[in-house]
C-alpha cells in the first residue's frame, strides 16, 4: 500500500502531518461537493491535500489543493466546495502525537495526545499513556456500542460487503480495532 500525501493541522504553532483524513467525513455527507477528476496517483487517490489550523477555538479548512494534472500541479478549490473555513462538519478525535507512525501505532511506551473536536470546536486536548489509553478506548467501546452511532457503522458495512461476508460480530471486532477513528463524541 502507497502511504497518502498527508493534510496537515497547525495547533499550538505546531504543524502535525494527520494519518485523519477529516475532509473525507465532509464528502461521504455531500459527495456532489466532491470535484470530479480523472487524475489517479497511487500516493493521492483522494485528488486534493486539506491545511487545517485550530484557531480560536475552532477547528478551521485553511486550504484545500486540488490535483490538476498529471503534472501535480495544485490549485486551491476552498472557496469553490466550502461556503465557510470552519469545519462545522466534522466530529471526532484527530490524533498528533509522534508515536502514531503511518498507521496510528500504539507503543507501549508511547504517549498519546489526541484532539476532540464537535461540529467544528476543540473542546479538549487528550494525552494518555498507554495503559490510560487502552482504558479510555475500552470506556469508550461500551458506550459506542449502545450509541445512534453504531447503526450507521453497521449500514456502511452492509452496503459495501455485498457478498454477506460481514456480520455485526466481524463489525464489532473491527470497531473494537479503530474505534478512535469512528468516535464522533467523547461519552463521559
Known amino acids: 500500500m502507497t502511504q497518502q500525501i498527508k493534510d496537515t493541522l497547525t495547533f499550538e504553532r505546531k ?15 455531500f459527495p ?3 470535484p470530479q477528476t480523472e487524475i489517479c496517483l497511487s500516493a493521492l487517490w483522494r485528488g486534493y491535500i486539506a491545511a487545517f489550523k485550530i484557531k480560536n477555538n475552532e477547528l478551521i479548512l485553511h486550504d484545500i489543493q486540488w490535483l490538476k494534472n498529471m503534472d501535480l500541479e495544485l490549485e486551491s ?4 466546495i ?8 466534522y466530529s471526532g478525535l484527530i490524533r498528533i502525537d509522534n508515536f502514531r507512525g503511518e498507521f496510528d501505532l500504539e507503543p507501549e511506551n508511547g504517549i498519546f495526545e489526541y484532539l476532540e473536536i464537535a461540529k467544528g470546536n476543540f473542546i479538549r486536548k487528550w494525552t494518555f499513556t498507554y495503559p490510560e489509553l487502552q482504558a479510555f478506548k475500552e470506556e469508550q ?3 459506542f456500542m449502545m450509541s445512534d452511532e453504531l447503526e450507521n457503522v453497521y449500514d456502511f458495512y452492509r452496503r459495501n460487503n455485498e457478498n454477506g ?10 470497531i473494537k480495532k479503530y474505534l478512535m477513528d469512528y468516535l464522533t463524541e467523547v461519552y463521559i
Open 82 to 89: 466550502f461556503t465557510t473555513p470552519k469545519a462545522d462538519w
Open 32 to 34: 456532489e461537493k466532491r
Open 165 to 174: 461476508l460481514v456480520n455485526k460480530e466481524s463489525v464489532n471486532k473491527i
Open 15 to 29: 504543524t502535525y502531518y494527520l494519518n485523519t483524513e477529516i475532509v473525507e467525513k465532509f464528502f461521504n455527507q
Open 141 to 143: 467501546y461500551e458506550y
Open 77 to 80: 478549490k476552498l472557496n469553490t
